[in-house]
């Protein structure tokens, strides 16, 4: 693939991914903004631990836990995604982020998912908080869990600073991974 065909599938996927997530009228408002994502992170829990009662466990005891209830990806070769969410300690938002990122190698499609991680040590969330752009695989590692009788808290996985689920429509998806996003703080 030449530099220019390279550049024009680049160009394509992330004015596409821009354009998944626009929504309609009235979406510039700060207030419903908040409310929006508010709500969609409500249901994105709900759903999560719908599918997997011992997330709810997990969630119960992080000190924080940041929802993102719909990051929208797609690709052809290259892609791109992006999602906006909010972080919550003890069951209250205490601010809004957007998760960006991008990839290349063999992919097609677009696909809808929620992401949720979350922050299990004081240190792992005051080090989120603090940065003014965190990366996941970069400013720290993110410990993927999967549904089922497997995902309760053991002494292991509670010892890990941060653990992620990724869910689609259809469940967890298989081999999937946060590496590389970027998320970043919302001034809403």
């Not at 995604?81 to 290349?104: I, Q």
């Not at 004081?122 to 080090?127: F, G, K, N, S």
């Not at 989120?128 to 970069?138: D, K, L, P, Q, Y």
């Amino acid at each position: 693939m030449n530099k220019r065909h390279f550049l024009a599938a680049l160009m394509g996927v992330l004015v596409l991914a821009t354009g998944c997530t626009t929504t309609g009228p009235g979406t510039s408002d700060p207030a419903t903004r908040r409310q929006n994502i508010d709500s969609g992170v409500d249901n994105a829990l709900a759903n999560l631990f719908r599918q997997d009662p011992g997330a709810q466990q997990l969630v119960n005891r992080a000190r924080g836990v940041l929802v993102f209830p719909s990051v929208l990806e797609a690709g052809f070769v290259v892609g791109a995604w992006r999602g906006d969410g909010a972080l919550r300690k003890g069951g209250k938002t205490v601010s809004f982020h957007r998760t960006t990122g991008g990839s290349f190698g063999l992919q097609a499609g677009a696909q809808s998912t929620a992401v949720f991680l979350l922050f299990m040590t004081d240190d792992a969330l005051a080090a989120f908080e603090a940065s003014r752009g965190w990366t996941a695989g970069v400013d720290a590692s993110v410990t993927l869990m999967t549904v089922g009788a497997n995902a309760q808290l053991t002494s292991a996985t509670s010892q890990q600073p941060i653990i992620g689920y990724v869910l689609s429509n259809q469940g967890i998806m298989a081999g999937v991974t946060v590496d590389g996003s970027r998320i970043t703080r919302l001034s809403l």
